[in-house]
């Protein structure tokens, strides 16, 4: 028996974000194609002599990518629609950094996170979330002319890169199955997947390549295999293999599965013609028994059993004796993480402020890379050939288990003190808007923004000296009160009806909230590619969660005070700050989500003690936290919703709880929606024309709701009249009096040149909206 250490992908953007910089750089055109791919070969040499000097055995190639494997592999099977050929070869930068990002240089960034970029004469490729993670890829196109040709090398170029340096690597591919299910049809008839047989060659021609410059194995991702399927797509993964195989003879393949079970697919996917099949071991733990018991001998297993999503230490022991009995019963076994570890920070040694106790329970990539070394080695020379290792590693999941930092008894009795009533207001939503109208006063079709005023180089800069202590306490608040005051004067100026205060002082909607928080840590490097160069940090849930001290009010009061119109005070939801987070792993999400809960309560409650009557507490990310499963998803939204009414139930009928969601489809959740109750909910809509209102309108949702009139994932200043449209087109699914106008989505990533005339606009339309629907 011998045990080997693998791995699916490791991050790219760099371990001081190289390649964030090195993108920028050349996009603002301060550099030019030969700086930004000679960065990317630094790193991608670094990545793989790191990986190896870890202890790896199979280091993985070409999973490397400028902006995203998923266009990656479009690039390679040649699905660029026709609107991008222009701009190059098939294979060149213009074209895909087109493809991600449009085509007009020097327009501004992207919005939140599902726009299309920008709007400008090449609109970038739609981007959406990769399965449950935060991640987004670049959502393939295909077409019923669809014709595919092996247009980009760059998988056979990193393996021979990664060989001429010394490295044999395993080549990473997204599979074909998996590809064309994330695929969206162009002419809205073609079934992608029918496009099966025509796709097949272009992987046939890689593979033959990949051989014959000498690579034996050969890793597939198709995550697709942990989903729902349909009978044509579980028929398409034993019609892809049996051809690859065939064609192929030699050359073995690993399919890669990730992000939860296989279950009813687990014989679908043994019965694949493959050498090798990945299970991810975190998610589903459970199926370990079934996959040992049902791989055929000659299988390669690899094992996930270090967890790709998250960043704790595993419990190396707990490890050790699930898997000695398999290792011992087959011939070769491989174990990784569960998942490619793009989904983690890179290296802990970087972190030198966390709480030493509390980093001590922690493992970034590199780290974790470690830990498979330790576990092959026991497996293979036996636990006494890494006593130490093991004895310090139990000692940390101990330490962590029985730490007083993780538990506050205070929160365990306010958990168990939970009531019914404290997940619903006392008053149903008829008689609250009742009040609330007479309170508020405002016009019919109110405008209000959704949050966050652009983030400047100005204001970034200004936070990154406050953080390097270059600015005073003072002086950074002096600053922020002038953004603010600015931003609260220009929005009476331009008459807009609720005001928000502009979020200057976040520097993430969900970091800014877990730096305040009891029970996070918060990294310096922890980075993780969310798009493209985009990146987050998320911050580490590690105890029992509490809010020690008002997080926003001082903000809020502030703001108000500067004018007499309505001031929203602005929170990120409980279900969105923990689906952003690294969460702990030793009690059920739905626990810690609870507790968030609790403490976002607690400043919805004193923000309407200091005097606010209108309080927004987002849920940008409650529809990404479903399961992948649809037999998962109702125990999901009942926790999910009970989160948000635990935060949003602590106020009088007349304070106002709006809520906000930034994507469009509903009809699969319009009944949790509801549930939720907020008085008001604003959503993504500009650029479905309103047709995502029909699942409002159908459902007959009773609340008051703000379609988004202004697309903000692109600079184009949308004009008064398209407002107007949208606006009616509204009112023909929905009371006018139900109605509200505002953006899409915050504006943090625009700049204040696209941001005042477009709010302008919307403005005009809604007075010009008022005279004639109401
Ligand atoms: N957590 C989260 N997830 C989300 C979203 C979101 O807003 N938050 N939106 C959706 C899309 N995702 C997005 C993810 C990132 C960004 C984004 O703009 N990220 C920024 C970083 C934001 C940030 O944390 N900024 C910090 C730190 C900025 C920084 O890089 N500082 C430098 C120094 C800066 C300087 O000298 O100018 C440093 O620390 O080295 C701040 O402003 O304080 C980036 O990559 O550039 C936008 C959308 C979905 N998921
Ligand atoms: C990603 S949703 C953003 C909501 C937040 N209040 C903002 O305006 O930025
Ligand atoms: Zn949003």
């Not at 050929?85 to 098939?90: E, K, S």
């Not at 060659?201 to 000498?214: C, D, F, S, T």
């Not at 990120?572 to 609790?598: H, K, M």
């Not at 200091?610 to 990404?624: H, N, V």
């Amino acid at each position: 028996m011998s045990v080997i250490t693998t791995n699916l992908g490791f991050p790219r953007i760099g371990p001081r974000r190289e390649l964030k910089t090195a993108l920028e750089a050349y996009w603002a055109g301060k550099s030019d194609a030969p700086a930004l791919l000679d960065t990317a070969r630094v790193l991608r040499a670094a990545t793989w002599d790191r990986q190896k000097a870890l202890g790896l055995d199979i280091v993985p190639s070409g999973d490397f990518s400028l902006y995203d494997q998923v266009l990656d592999t479009s690039i390679m099977v040649g699905a660029i629609p026709a609107i991008y050929r222009p701009l190059g070869a098939a294979g060149s930068l213009d074209v895909y950094f087109a493809m991600a990002r449009g085509h007009q240089p020097g327009a501004s960034e992207e919005g939140c996170g599902h726009g299309h970029g920008r709007s400008t004469d090449v609109p970038a490729q739609e981007m959406t979330k990769w399965f449950d993670t935060n991640y987004h890829y670049m959502v393939p196109e295909v077409g019923a002319t669809q014709h595919f040709i092996l247009s980009s090398t760059k998988v056979i170029d990193e393996y021979r890169e990664a060989k001429a340096l010394g490295h044999e690597s395993r080549p990473v591919l997204l599979g074909p199955v998996s590809w064309l299910l994330l695929a969206k049809s162009t002419d809205g008839r073609t079934r992608p997947l029918s496009l099966l047989p025509a796709l097949l060659p272009v992987y046939i021609e890689v593979l033959r390549r990949l051989q014959a410059a000498g690579a034996e194995w050969v890793q597939i991702d198709e995550p697709a295999l942990v989903l729902d399927l349909d009978a044509e797509a579980k028929a398409a993964f034993g019609t892809a293999y049996a051809s690859l195989a065939q064609e192929i003879p030699g050359l073995r393949i690993l399919i890669a599965t990730y992000f939860g079970a296989l279950g009813d697919n687990l014989d679908i996917a043994m019965g694949l013609p493959v050498a090798g099949l990945h299970v991810d071991l975190v998610r589903a733990p459970e199926q370990l028994d079934d996959v040992a018991a049902k791989a055929p001998a000659d299988m390669l297993l690899s094992l996930g059993v270090v967890d790709g999503r998250n960043i704790w230490k595993s419990d190396l022991t707990a490890i050790l004796d699930r898997i000695e009995p398999i290792a011992r019963s087959r011939r070769v076994l491989a174990i990784a993480p569960s998942c490619s570890l793009l989904h983690t920070p890179i290296d802990l040694a970087l972190e030198t402020r966390l709480d030493p106790q509390v980093k001590n329970w922690m493992a970034f990539a590199v780290q974790k890379i470690e830990e498979l070394s330790v576990l092959a080695k026991a497996l293979n020379q036996g636990r006494s050939s890494v006593a130490a290792a093991l004895a310090d590693n139990a000692r940390a999941v101990a330490g962590r288990r029985a730490s007083p930092l993780v538990h506050d008894p205070r929160v365990r009795s306010r958990m168990e003190a939970l009531t019914a009533n404290w997940t619903r207001r006392v008053t149903p939503f008829a008689e609250r808007i009742v009040q609330q109208r007479a309170l508020l006063g405002l016009p019919p079709l109110p405008t209000t923004t959704i949050g966050s005023f652009p983030q400047t180089a100005e204001v970034r800069k200004a936070r990154a000296a406050h953080g390097k202590g270059e600015l005073d306490d003072a002086s950074y608040t002096r600053f922020l009160r002038e953004e603010t005051e600015r931003a609260v004067r220009w929005q009476e100026e331009i008459g807009i009806d609720v005001l928000v205060h502009g979020e200057f002082e976040r520097n993430d909607m969900v970091q800014y909230f877990g730096e305040q928080l009891a029970g996070f840590a918060f990294t310096r490097a922890g980075w993780v590619q969310s798009y493209g160069s985009r990146c987050v940090r998320p911050p580490i849930i590690y105890g029992d969660v509490s809010r020690p001290r008002p997080m926003t009010v001082e903000w809020w009061a502030y703001a108000q005070s500067l004018t007499d119109r309505p001031m929203k005070g602005m929170l990120t939801g409980p279900v969105t700050i923990l689906q952003w987070s690294f969460v702990r792993d030793d009690q059920p999400r739905s626990d810690t989500c609870r507790q968030i809960a609790l403490a976002i309560r607690d400043e919805v409650v004193d923000l309407e003690r200091a005097g606010a009557r209108i309080i927004q507490i987002d849920e940008a990310a409650l529809r990404e936290g479903l399961p992948l499963r649809r037999a998962d998803w109702q125990a999901y939204l009942d926790w999910a919703v009970e989160a948000f009414r635990i935060s949003a139930s602590g106020v009088q009928p007349q304070t106002q709880i709006h809520t906000h969601m930034c994507y469009s489809e509903f009809n699969d959740i319009i009944v949790a929606i509801g549930a939720m109750d907020a008085d008001v909910i604003s959503i993504e809509t500009a650029r479905s024309k309103m047709e995502l209102l029909d699942a409002f309108a159908d459902y007959r949702y009773p609340n008051e709701i703000g379609p988004g009139v202004y697309d903000i994932h692109s600079p184009r200043v949308p004009a008064r009249e398209e407002m107007v449209d949208l606006l009616i087109k509204a009112g023909e699914r929905l009371s006018t009096g139900q109605l509200w106008v505002n953006p899409d989505c915050g504006l943090k990533t625009r700049k204040w040149e696209d941001v005042k005339p477009a709010l302008v606009h919307m403005v005009e339309a809604a007075k010009s909206a008022r005279a004639f629907l109401i």
